[in-house]
């Protein structure tokens, strides 16, 4: 079987790539560059990784050709999308690539990709839950929920743009399926917050993703310095790459959205991990007020009870998932 996919080199897609290869799949990869993927390459030391060069997903046919070269693809799991806060231009930086890209592969593989029989896309818990209703004990959000976010709250900051994009992106997966009942069928993996390890210890930099830098700005900050405002609900990356290949391989994932997220965290519960494991940071990071956490209870729940029956597997703790994640920056030589 051999497996296209998007974005290769990311964060998720890193580790997706890795388990793939690791179970005898043959992987294609796209990447924006030669250099990220001959890194990627060595990292995997497999023959069955091979990269194709796609500079941009948003460009009106940007997967035809790598497709036409690959009649062999039977899976399509598309990852590649924008995501950082940084964008000045909401548009073009966020939504456009997350929505022209996920429309310009679904296209390519309807016309160019005759084999294709199951597609995967990432999308995300930002397009299930809406901005409001996080303090609502009674709004519990499931795989049937929806961001209903519009475009005018989209374009307000870049927060707003991401989740729209993700929201934007999958409801066109969704409508494409509609509209033009292409060959295969889809399923989307929504993860919540994403932790834990690189697939490769070569790519921990100062910076790192978005959501690994959660808990890097922690390890990053000094006694006095506030913790990161970030909390919400989270799941490890390698549980997120095991339902990716759920996602194709599992007959009752077909055309669902699997919702994966172990649990909630505040920064608070981080901190005291950290700091109850890694005694070497003790005193270099903060400490803030140790075992002070919210009532959870008095706030929104996620059911994904649908999603774990699908998957058939435990999803990795928060305290595990924080200590790989330090383990691994101080492994990489950058502790202080
Ligand atoms: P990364 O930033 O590591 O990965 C993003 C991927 O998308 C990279 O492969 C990147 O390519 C590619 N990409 C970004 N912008 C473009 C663009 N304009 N054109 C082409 N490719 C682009 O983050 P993650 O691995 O976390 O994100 C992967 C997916 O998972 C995204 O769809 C994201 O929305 C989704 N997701 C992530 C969550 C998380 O907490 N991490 C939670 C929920 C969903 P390159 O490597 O060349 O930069």
Known sequence: T????????????????KQL??????????????ERGDRLKKNLGSDNFTYEIVEDIQKEGSFDEVLKKHPEVTIFLHTASPFHFKATDVENDLLKPAVEGTKNALKAIKEHGPNVKKVVITSSFAAIKKSSGD???NLVLTEESWNDITKEQAVKDPFSGYRA???????????????ERPQFVLSTVNPTYVFGPQAFISEIKSELNTSSEVINS????GPNDPLPPTSGF???VRDVAKAHLAAFEKKEAEGKRLLVSEGRFVP?????YINKDFSQLKGKIP????????DFNALSKIDNSKTREILGFDFINLETTVKDTVQQILDAGFSR
Do not use: M
């Open 135 to 137: 303090d609502d004990p």
């Open 165 to 179: 994009s993700k929201a934007f992106a999958e409801k066109a997966a969704w409508e494409f399926l509609e509209k």
């Open 287 to 294: 400490t803030g007020n140790p075992g002070q956490y919210p």
């Open 268 to 272: 608070q519960q981080i901190v005291d």
């Open 218 to 221: 922690i390890v990053k900050a």
């Open 21 to 34: 290869v690791q179970k005898g799949y043959k992987v294609i990869g796209s990447v924006r560059s030669a």
């Open 234 to 236: 989270f799941v490890d």
């Open 2 to 17: 051999t497996v296209f996919i998007s974005g290769a080199t990311g964060f998720i897609a890193q580790e997706t790539v």
